[in-house]
């Protein structure tokens, strides 16, 4: 059975109690759960070597190859064959731009240095990517079969946003989880998860059927719960490799080096790509020089207005159960420091070198200047688009301000103010227009729901109110809407309530579904009513309609349904003539309803079928008040 995010809170919740109150046995238990796992794929090989031999002996010992022999023989080498393809699993290589040790011989000997001292096994390849991040990933060459290669992969970005003593104990941290020094078992089982993590992605995308038949239904179970099971135990050595990063590079390097990384991603995303994208409004083609500007902005440091509430966001989340790392303040708690202004003033200080410049040398700049060339080049088609967009965007916003000088304007002109100026400028500057448009109608669901993100965005409690006020309207946001209060309330430290959300999105998605079964299908049984629509709307209709020249009737009326009532299913019904040389009715009737699905457009979902081979609801239909809407002309 696949595991919900709430059966997987409830289990981890059980779990970290027996993991306190009897922790050898617990450790005990996650061991057996970690050997289970190979002793499942063992028990396949186990299998498939069987197989193979007893068709052998089978082939050897037959005297005369009779029949029933031919079909045993058979039957078992599909078998084996089967359990052979599913063994062999391919784990594509992590993508990067791959460094040499002679173009970065600084960054490859502090990776020597550091799995010395942790005895770590050494790296086959260390990439550079684009990402703000630093891991470690174990390639398995023969598939479940293990025998690694080792990569490290850091980012370009991280790099540029740390100075080198920071950058180490990031680097000793992920180094610290294949560590062989103290806690070993935990650095296994921390391995283990990622492994099967990485097992499940490759058969999720797998093509393999053999996977499917023979992994499918073990894994499903068995991975989720592996993961709840052990992640005590992760979260323990998350811990642990923060004191190897202590012991390695002193406890205030450490505690920095956490607190730059969470305020410099921030205002990487929030800060400094806003900046850059916003110039698709002036220019025509992207910078070329996009990380020579990340650099400068990294190096001169955050605005000290943006580093405190970064840091003040950073410190305010909780821990959860979706990440193994625990919350910036209990990993700062665990090393004893306790941040105050000077930290404050630390994260938003300039840097004097970045670990970029230090440990990349004399090949950093190229390597810059590489990564702002692919950016550029990557990102230039849909520039050039959104630069045409942007136009036409900005001169009707242009016209729309300049109407709201001179009188008020409409709900949907101010709707449409708001929506282009946050698409154009950023949430600070919409606010106050959302407010407007809430003044003019105090449900309106978009404006809400907007509203409402931004504020829970900025730690604003009222925000919940609009959500909620945006779902009443609009019921389509509901799981959305509640998960994104759920979220919310989570990071505040508020569990009850955020599981009352939840399980509100849960129940929402599973009304959802019926209601998508109750719309999958029709029954004779069923209740139907008039359609309701304006003659207006019919005579569009019928004009679509009379350019299929083998429909000859349509009726149109509503299914009358349980869930969602107030989104009504339409129900369009067509008898059509058949041409003498149409071969395959059932074909042609498809295409009739897929193209009349494509064109028509009503107020409402539309189901759509062929009445000549459904005739008894043409009887119903016809005691539906005007649920004929078009007949065929007879031509005379």
Request: proline fraction near 4%; include cysteine; hydrophobic fraction near 45%.
């Amino acid at each position: 059975m696949a595991f919900d995010q709430q059966r997987f809170d409830k289990l981890i919740q059980r779990l970290e109690i027996f993991a306190s109150q009897q922790p050898t046995l617990y450790r005990f238990h996650v061991a057996c759960l970690a050997v289970l796992g190979y002793a499942y794929i063992f028990m396949i090989l186990a299998v498939t070597v069987a197989l193979l031999l007893t068709i052998g002996w089978l082939m050897f010992n037959a005297r005369s190859f009779s029949r029933g022999t031919i079909k045993a023989v058979i039957f078992l080498l599909a078998i084996a064959i089967i359990l052979l393809r599913s063994l062999w699993v391919s784990f594509p290589a992590p993508t990067g731009l791959a460094l040499r040790r002679k173009d970065a011989p600084s960054l490859f000997c502090l990776v020597d240095d550091l799995t010395t001292k942790l005895k770590a096994p050494r790296f086959h390849h260390i990439l550079l990517t684009t990402d703000f991040n630093a891991t470690v990933v174990q390639r398995p060459r023969l598939g479940l079969f293990g025998w690694h290669q080792n990569y490290l992969i850091v980012g370009l970005p991280l790099m540029l946003a740390l100075p080198p003593e920071q950058f180490r104990a990031i680097l000793v941290h992920e180094l610290g989880h294949l560590s062989g020094n103290y806690h070993r078992f935990n650095a296994w089982i921390y391995r283990q998860r990622l492994i099967w993590y990485r097992i499940q992605t490759v058969l999720e995308q797998s093509s393999n059927e053999s996977l499917w038949v023979v992994f499918h239904k073990f894994l499903q179970w068995y991975i989720p719960f592996f993961h709840a099971y052990s992640f005590e135990l992760a979260r323990l050595h998350e811990y642990e490799v923060d004191r190897y990063a202590v012991e390695i590079t002193g406890v205030e390097n450490t505690a920095k080096s956490l607190m730059n990384r969470k305020v410099k991603i921030r205002f990487l995303e929030n800060y400094f790509w806003s900046n850059i994208y916003h110039q698709v409004q002036t220019e025509v083609e992207p910078p070329k020089t996009s990380y020579t500007a990340m650099q400068t902005a990294l190096t001169q440091g955050v605005p000290l207005r943006e580093a405190s509430i970064y840091l003040a966001q950073s410190l305010t989340e909780k821990t959860n159960h979706t990440d193994t790392h625990p919350s910036l303040t209990e990993r700062l708690q665990a090393l004893g420091f306790v941040p105050g202004i000077q930290e404050e003033l630390s994260v938003a200080a300039p840097m004097l070198i970045s670990a970029a410049q230090e440990y990349l040398g004399n090949a950093f700049e190229k390597i810059r200047d590489n990564f702002s060339q692919a950016w550029c080049e990557k990102i230039a088609t849909p520039w050039r688009q959104k630069y045409a967009e942007v136009q036409q965007s900005l001169a009707i916003l242009d016209k729309l301000n300049a109407k709201a000088e001179r009188q008020p304007l409409s709900l949907g002109e101010a709707t449409t103010r708001a929506l282009l100026t946050f698409e154009l400028e950023g949430e600070e500057a919409v606010i106050p227009l959302l407010r407007e448009v809430i003044k003019l109608d105090h449900t309106h669901a978009s404006a809400n729901y907007l509203l409402g993100q931004i504020l829970l965005k900025q730690q604003d409690a009222s925000g919940i109110e609009h959500i909620e006020r945006a779902i009443a309207k609009d019921i389509d946001i509901a799981i959305d809407g509640y998960q994104i209060i759920g979220s919310f309330l989570k990071r505040q430290g508020q569990d009850d309530r955020a599981e009352l959300y939840h399980e509100l999105a849960e129940e929402h998605y599973d009304l959802l579904l019926r209601g998508q079964k109750e719309r999958a299908s029709l029954n004779i049984t069923d209740d139907f009513k008039a359609h309701s629509l304006s003659e207006t709307e019919i005579t569009h209709l019928r004009q679509q309609l009379s350019r299929y020249p083998n429909i000859t009737t349509a009726y149109l009326v509503q299914k009358v349904v349980q869930y969602f009532p107030e989104k009504p299913l339409y129900v369009l019904a067509v008898m059509r003539k058949f041409s003498f040389w149409e071969s395959n009715h059932e074909t042609d009737n498809a295409q009739l309803v897929d193209a009349l699905l494509k064109e028509i457009e009503l107020p409402g979902a539309v189901f759509c079928f062929i009445l000549n081979s459904n005739l008894n609801f043409e009887k119903k239909f016809k005691q539906i008040p005007e649920a004929i809407i078009y007949q065929q002309k007879i031509k005379k």
